[in-house]
């Protein structure tokens, strides 16, 4: 019985692995992230001030493609911009004009598929 348990915990533990080495894999194949203000400089944040700029950031590391970025707004409002071209290597920014104060999710898509999400908090 103690053999069976032992290798159970090992199967999970190989399939664990498997799957974070995939999503890993995938997540490598883009960079996008929010950040309280739209400059290529802008560092990543989770917490931006109501009257702050603020951009989405999409770079697409392995070639070009057309991605779709989507706002969820603490209203429950989403918002898309589709067909945005990206050319392999570039970063660029979509503007977010919220100044509600809240949660807001950020995700983005290629070829209709999600490669990645960003929460961040507009405060004040």
């Known amino acids: 019985m103690k053999g069976l348990k032992t290798l159970g915990a090992m199967l999970l533990a190989i399939a664990l692995l498997a799957g974070a080495t995939t999503a890993t894999a995938g997540a490598a194949a883009y ?3 929010v950040a309280c203000g739209v400059s290529q400089n802008a560092k990543p944040a989770h917490k931006c001030p109501k009257g702050s700029k603020k951009g989405a950031f999409f770079k697409s590391l392995q070639g070009d493609v057309n991605y779709s ?6 209203t429950g409002k989403n918002i898309c911009a589709k067909a945005q071209p990206a050319t392999q ?36």
């Open 31 to 33: 960079k996008h992230y």
């Open 69 to 74: 970025v989507c706002v969820k707004f603490p």
């Open 89 to 124: 290597g570039t970063l660029y920014v979509n503007k977010v004009t919220s100044n509600i104060p809240g949660k807001h999710r950020v995700t983005w898509f290629v070829e209709g598929k999600q490669v990645g999400s960003f929460v961040f908090k507009v405060t004040g």
